[in-house]
T-cell receptor, first 116, second 112 residues
Framework: GAVVSQHPSRVICKSGTSVKIECRSL??????MFWYRQFPKKSLMLMAT?????????EQGVEKDKFLINHASLTLSTLTVTSAHPEDSSFYIC????????????FGPGTRLLVL | AQTVTQSQPEMSVQEAETVTLSCTYD???????LFWYKQPPSRQMILVIR??????QNATENRFSVNFQKAAKSFSLKISDSQLGDAAMYFC?????????FGTGTSLTVIP
């Protein structure tokens, strides 16, 4: 199956700093990637849809200036949490879409962010 | 609006037995995809099974099978011969266009 990597797996940062999370599709090209946030024992909350070469589409209530998404190539999307605060602490998951007859999403292993 | 409902927050099954997880969804579309994903304690989301709505035949993947009832908008997952490694959160998902919608999940416990 398709493999998606995510880096870092966990990060601790001070309040006010920015954190970048990378999502890579290792063995396939993905024109569309998704970024989710997951709270403990809850479902995935879609934050934004990242399209290669164009601006990301953010879900209602997600601050685009705080969560910067860049999908610079067909295998890499990045999420930057700017001026992070403790309430941004969460588990962030990316996924990459495979279209066509094998339509599905493949997920990265997630990044645990803790803002002190 | 598309919604996905998993009415069983928690389920348990004896090892080697069979368990069925329920999922219903709401849509006015006729051509879409349905998925079951597994999230073990590692929190890595793993694709379990996929069903295309235009296919009447139920998808199967080894011990995992679905009961897809399109008219009833129901998509249940059956796990046969349950194993300890099946213990996880299971999420049902619906896809139309470029959007995926997830249910709230069912936590499955496998009892040795």
């Amino acid at each position: 199956g398709a493999v998606v990597s995510q880096h870092p797996s966990r990060v601790i940062c001070k309040s006010g700093t920015s954190v970048k999370i990378e999502c890579r599709s290792l063995d396939f090209q993905a024109t569309t990637m998704f970024w989710y946030r997951q709270f403990p024992k809850k479902s995935l909350m879609l934050m934004a849809t990242s399209n290669e070469g164009s601006k990301a589409t953010y879900e209602q209530g997600v601050e685009k200036d705080k969560f910067l998404i860049n999908h610079a190539s067909l295998t890499l999307s990045t999420l930057t949490v700017t001026s992070a605060h403790p309430e941004d602490s969460s588990f962030y998951i990316c996924s990459a879409r495979v279209g066509g007859i094998k339509e599905t999403q493949y997920f990265g292993p997630g990044t645990r962010l803790l803002v002190l | 609006a598309q919604t996905v409902t998993q009415s069983q927050p928690e389920m348990s099954v004896q090892e080697a037995e069979t368990v069925t997880l329920s999922c219903t969804y709401d849509t006015s579309e006729s051509d879409y995809y349905l998925f079951w994903y597994k999230q073990p304690p590692s929190r890595q989301m793993i694709l379990v099974i996929r069903q295309e709505a235009y296919k009447q035949q139920n998808a199967t993947e080894n011990r995992f099978s679905v009961n897809f009832q399109k008219a009833a908008k129901s998509f249940s997952l059956k796990i046969s011969d349950s194993q300890l490694g099946d213990a996880a959160m299971y999420f049902c998902a619906y896809k139309y266009g470029n959007q995926f919608y997830f249910g709230t999940g069912t936590s499955l416990t496998v009892i040795p």
